[in-house]
């Protein structure tokens, strides 16, 4: 098993372009997770998805932040427009159920 | 009061020591109990779960569960250089919590 895909694996960009982050869950997990991490917030939920339905958003921090799982394979999180406030570490994480979660290798994101 | 409080340390041992991390979450209601350990610039990955009170063990490592004190540790023997890391206790109550880390520096 290729374990949880993301990609880009580092972005760089202007303040006020659209960025799109993609993840790829473990095949057969039902449930997928969205984390921004940073050294002053810790690792943060944003969002997470169960049978490709959002369940929880609360941790979404502003309407430019929007996540999608049009299928059970892939997901993105898009931030629009971006601000050097959102430069972190963005994981997407896949489990099974209320299992333990198989994080990807993260996103490094730098809004200049 | 936070979800899940972990001490951000840095925690430092020496090698051979026993390194000794601790959790305290807020929601009574929590069940699953996880720890993960995150080298710098790398994403976490699962070292243990704990669901009933007491103590589990897998080869060095002990995850110790007090749910009345509402306490999770995990415990860390023979210490090695090679176990420097963050660690992070998870909460799942409805969704998972992680605490902020506590960074644990083992030294040769």
């Known amino acids: 098993d290729a374990g949880v895909i993301q990609s880009p694996r580092h972005e760089v960009t202007e303040m006020g372009q659209e960025v799109t982050l993609r993840c790829k869950p473990i095949s057969g997990h039902n449930s997928l997770f969205w984390y921004r991490q940073t050294m002053m917030r810790g690792l943060e939920l944003l969002i997470y998805?169960?049978?490709?339905?959002?369940?929880?958003d609360s941790g979404m921090p502003e309407d430019r932040f929007s996540a999608k799982m049009p299928n059970a394979s892939f997901s993105t999180l898009k931030i629009q427009p971006s601000e050097p406030r959102d430069s972190a570490v963005y994981f997407c994480?896949?489990?099974?159920?209320?299992?333990?979660?198989?994080f990807g290798p993260g996103t490094r994101l730098t809004v200049l | 009061q936070k979800e899940v409080e972990q001490n951000s340390g840095p925690l430092s041992v020496p090698e051979g020591a026993i390194a000794s991390l601790n959790c305290t979450y807020s929601?009574?209601?929590?069940?699953?109990f996880f720890w993960y350990r995150q080298y710098s610039g790398k994403s976490p990955e699962l070292i243990m779960f704990i669901y009933s009170n007491g103590d589990k063990e897998d080869g060095r490592f002990t995850a110790q569960l007090n749910k009345a004190s509402q306490y999770v540790s995990l415990l860390i023997r023979d210490s090695q250089p090679s176990d420097s890391a963050t660690y992070l206790c998870a909460v799942i109550v409805n969704d998972m919590r992680f605490g902020a880390g506590t960074r644990l520096t083992v030294k040769p």
């Open positions: 994480a896949s489990s099974s159920g209320y299992n333990e979660q198989f």
């Open positions: 998805f169960n049978n490709n339905v959002p369940i929880d």
């Open positions: 929601d009574r209601g929590s069940q699953s």
